[in-house]
């Protein structure tokens, strides 16, 4: 019976190991209401990770009530004192330009799009701020931003 239990053990350790997908940070920030205020500045604390030049990712998690094909958004990475290292603009595309179709993963009327970040944190990045940059003071529609690092 113990020889029983402890490859079950062994299995669920390795079908666990297999189940990641890479990351080594992931948090998504939801907004109240889904609507991203010009003013709502969405923080991730990255003080505890370590980054060593791995790809980077944003996320957008949208419903129908997104009007608009892509989102605009400053992204400001700054160190452990508070100090700006970057601060750029970055375009994503939420849905095909042709089509009209939602791009990214979903169901139902909500959907994530992943999106590449065209630049690495380094490792004195300690925190990231995400900033809506739409010229409009509310975008409805939007349900969280987020970020992923991968190893």
Excluded: H
Excluded at 6 to 19: P, Q
């Amino acid at each position: 019976m113990n020889k029983v239990n402890y490859c079950l053990l062994i299995l669920l350790i390795l079908v666990s190991g297999a189940c990641t997908d890479g990351r080594i940070y992931e948090d998504f920030k939801s907004l109240p209401n889904q609507n991203w205020g010009v003013t709502d500045s969405l923080i991730f604390d990255l003080q505890e990770v370590e980054l060593i030049n791995t790809p980077d990712l944003v996320a957008v998690k949208f419903n129908e009530d997104y009007s608009f094909s892509n989102c605009y958004m400053r992204i400001i990475s700054k160190d452990s004192a508070g100090l700006i290292l970057d601060n750029k603009l970055i375009n994503i595309t939420l849905f095909d330009p042709k089509s009209g179709e939602p791009l990214g993963e979903g169901f139902g009327n909500s959907y994530t799009r992943y999106d590449t970040l065209p630049f690495l944190f380094d490792q004195n990045t300690k925190s990231i701020t995400l900033l809506q940059y739409m010229r409009q003071d509310q975008l409805p529609g939007v349900e969280a931003v987020g970020i992923k690092i991968l190893k």
